[in-house]
C-alpha cells in the first residue's frame, strides 16, 4: 500500500536536478506514510516542513530570475538593442517559466534585485525557508520607494530583531515595513496621495444584466465612507437583516441618492487618525495610521488635520521630482514646547469590566490597538473582539484578556482542543495551541513605528497600564513563557 501512496503522491523530479531523486524519494516515503495513518499533529508538521522547502525554491527562483534579468542586460548592451530598456523581455521569460501572467513582473524582478543585492539577511531567512514568497514579497515591494542604503539599513535591523515579522500576514508585513519607509519619502507620497485626489472619478458600464459602478475616491473621502458601510452592514447583520454583507453595502451606497432621506442627509462621515504628539506638532515623520486604510505619511496626516496645505509642501507641487533627502535639509519647524506627559488615568486603555460583553470604549480601543486579526498570519479586519481565556471559563472582561479577530477566526478558536493564554503583564501577547501540539505567538503591533519599544519607567510608574495582573494559578497552564 505504500508503494502505490509513495507513486501517487512522488513529488516531480525534473531532468535536469536527478541527483535529487534520492532526497525526494525518501520524502515521498515518509509522506505516504504520513497521508494514510497520519495524526492531526503528524499532518500539520508536514504541512510545516513542505512551506519551508516550497519557500527555499522560491527563493532560488527569485535568484534564477535575477540572474536571467542581468543576462538580458548584457545581451541586450552589447547587440546596442533597446538602449532605453535594456531589461526589457526579462519580465515575460520570467512569467512564461513561473507559467504567471506577465504583468506585475517587472516589480517581481526589481525585488529580486533587492533581495540579491541589499538585503543578505532577508535572502538567508526566505532561503531557509522561514519566509514564503508572499511574505517576502511584501517586506521587498514598499522597499523599493528607499534607495539601496536604507534598504542595507533596514535588513539590518531586521538581523538584529529577527522576529520582528514573527506571525504576521503579508498586508501587515507590508504595512510594517511601509510605516519604515515613509519615514524618508512622506513628501514625495504626501505629494502623489493629493495628486491622485485630483484624479477622483465614478463610472457606470452597462452590463448584461446590471450596472456596474467603478471609481476612484480621494484617500480621506474613500476611506471614511468604506467604513461607513461596513459598520452599518454589521449593524443591520447583527439586528436580522438577511441580506449579505456586500449586499447591503451596495444597497447602502444607492439607498440616500435613489430613495432620498432629507433627515439623514448629509451623512456624518469620520475617521480615525492615529499620529503621536511630535508627528503632529514638530514635523516628525513617523507615519501616522488612518483606520481602514493603513499607514499614510506624517506630511499628509498633518493636512488632514489643518483642513489645508502646509506650506512648506509648495516646493513639492512645482518640483515633484524632488528627492525627499533634500527635504531633509530645507524643511525647518518651530520649537514648541511639548506638555504631554504619559497618559495617566486613561479610562480607555485600564478599564476593566464585570460584564459579559466589552463597553463600547474598551472595543474600540482593541481595534485600533491590533489593527488585524490577532490570528498570527491572517490579515482579516477585526470584527469581533474577543475574550482570550473564554469568559464561561472565567476570563474576565478587560484589556489584557481582550483581542481583535475576524469572525471566522473567532469561530475556529472555539475547536475542541484549541487553547489561547494572554502571555505577560503589558504585552498584549498571546500564547496558542491549535491542539497540534505546534504553539504560536501573537503580539499586538506598536501603535506608531515599525518595532515595539520599551520604556520600563512608564510600566512601572504609569496608572494606564496597569489591570488586574495574570497568575500562573488563574491561567491553569504548565508551559514556561519561551519569550519572558
Known amino acids: 500500500m505504500y508503494e502505490a501512496m509513495q507513486q501517487r503522491h512522488r513529488p516531480p523530479v525534473p531532468p535536469v536536478h536527478t541527483e535529487c531523486t534520492a532526497v525526494l524519494t525518501a520524502l515521498s516515503t515518509q509522506l505516504a506514510r504520513t497521508l494514510e495513518c497520519g495524526s492531526t499533529a503528524d499532518c500539520a508538521a508536514a504541512i510545516e516542513e513542505l512551506t519551508a522547502l516550497t519557500a527555499g525554491y522560491d527563493y532560488l527562483k527569485a535568484m534564477l530570475a535575477h540572474q536571467l534579468e542581468k543576462e538580458v542586460f548584457r545581451t541586450n548592451e552589447n547587440n546596442g538593442t533597446h538602449a532605453n530598456d535594456l531589461t526589457r523581455g526579462a519580465a515575460s521569460t520570467v512569467a512564461l517559466a513561473r507559467k504567471r501572467d506577465p504583468r506585475g513582473h517587472r516589480s517581481y524582478l526589481a525585488n529580486a534585485r533587492i533581495l540579491a543585492e541589499d538585503t543578505p539577511f532577508l535572502a538567508q531567512r526566505f532561503a531557509l525557508g522561514e519566509l514564503t514568497e508572499p511574505q517576502a514579497m511584501a517586506i521587498l515591494t514598499p522597499l523599493q520607494d528607499v534607495n539601496a542604503a536604507r534598504r542595507t539599513a533596514f535588513d539590518t535591523h531586521f538581523r538584529a530583531t ?48 446590471c450596472i456596474r459602478v467603478n471609481g476612484k475616491l480621494p484617500l480621506a473621502a474613500g476611506t471614511a465612507l468604506q467604513q461607513h458601510l461596513r459598520q452599518e452592514s454589521r449593524r443591520l447583520r447583527q439586528h436580522g437583516d438577511p441580506r449579505t454583507r456586500t449586499q ?237
Open 162 to 209: 529577527p522576529d520582528l515579522f514573527d506571525g504576521m500576514g503579508p498586508k501587515q508585513i507590508s504595512e510594517t515595513v511601509t510605516q519604515y519607509t515613509l519615514q524618508f519619502e512622506s513628501h514625495t507620497k504626501s505629494y502623489r496621495i493629493k495628486e491622485a485626489g485630483t484624479d477622483r472619478y465614478l463610472r457606470f458600464t452597462k452590463d448584461r444584466d
Open 248 to 484: 447591503l453595502q451596495a444597497d447602502l451606497f444607492t439607498a440616500y441618492p435613489l430613495a432620498g432621506h432629507p433627515d439623514k442627509l448629509p451623512l456624518a462621515l469620520n475617521i480615525k487618525l492615529v499620529m503621536t504628539d511630535k508627528t503632529l506638532f514638530l514635523g516628525d515623520r513617523t507615519p501616522a495610521y488612518l483606520e481602514g486604510y493603513g499607514y499614510i505619511p506624517a506630511q499628509h496626516a498633518r493636512e488632514l488635520i489643518a483642513g489645508a496645505e502646509i506650506r512648506n509642501e509648495d516646493y513639492f507641487h512645482h518640483y515633484p521630482d524632488a528627492h525627499d533627502d533634500l527635504a531633509l535639509r530645507i524643511e525647518t519647524f518651530p520649537d514648541i514646547q511639548r506638555l504631554y506627559t504619559a497618559p495617566g488615568d486613561s479610562e480607555l486603555i485600564a478599564m476593566d469590566s464585570t460584564a459579559r460583553a466589552f463597553p463600547p470604549g474598551l472595543k474600540e480601543f482593541i481595534k485600533i490597538r491590533d489593527k488585524h486579526c490577532r490570528t498570527p498570519y491572517c490579515d482579516g479586519l477585526v470584527e469581533e473582539v474577543d475574550h482570550v481565556i473564554q469568559h464561561h471559563l472565567g476570563g474576565p472582561t478587560n484589556v489584557l484578556n481582550a483581542d481583535g479577530r475576524c469572525a471566522l477566526c473567532n469561530k475556529a478558536k472555539e475547536s475542541p482542543n484549541w487553547v489561547e493564554v494572554p502571555v505577560g503583564e503589558f504585552s498584549h501577547s498571546i500564547r496558542i495551541n491549535p491542539g497540534t501540539g505546534a504553539y504560536y505567538r501573537s503580539v499586538a503591533p506598536p501603535v506608531t513605528g515599525y518595532r515595539h519599544r520599551q520604556f520600563p519607567d512608564l510600566l512601572t510608574q504609569s496608572k494606564w497600564v496597569r489591570g488586574k495582573p495574570w497568575t500562573r494559578e488563574e491561567l491553569e497552564d504548565p508551559l514556561e513563557d519561551p519569550d519572558p
